[in-house]
């Protein structure tokens, strides 16, 4: 089994600043895709930016220009950096990998998600 564990989420004041972390950890044989979603209150789960394992990444519109996703692949971990933060971006932050695990299979896998409000 694949797990995901978040952290570096919390309270910050409008154009501050915080970065995540999302560490993969148990049978892990390759990780492709890794990337960041979130969820807003009574909302559906959204793509924030994803990143391959040769680095190409992709980002929402809104958060173009102000987050950055990067990866370690040698420690099966990914990084969410979050500028200029707007009281739009609270939310809880998932983590997601696609990776070929025990099963053997190629599955996708999420981390428990971590919080981050953007508040004055």
């Known amino acids: 089994q694949v797990q995901l564990v978040e952290s570096g989420g919390g309270l910050v004041q409008p154009g501050g600043s915080l970065r995540l972390s999302c560490a993969a950890s148990g049978r892990i044989f390759s990780i492709n895709t890794m990337g960041w979603y979130r969820q807003l209150p009574g909302k559906e789960r959204e793509l924030v930016a994803t990143i391959t394992y040769d680095s190409s990444t992709k980002y929402a519109e809104s958060v173009k220009g102000r987050f950055t996703i990067s990866r370690d692949n040698a420690k099966n971990t990914v990084y969410l950096q979050l500028n200029s933060l707007k009281p739009e971006d609270t939310a809880v932050y998932y983590c997601?990998?696609?990776?070929?695990?025990?099963?053997?299979?190629?599955?996708?896998?999420w981390g428990q998600g971590t919080q981050v409000t953007v508040s004055s």
């Open positions: 997601q990998c696609r990776a070929l695990g025990g099963t053997l299979r190629w599955d996708d896998y």
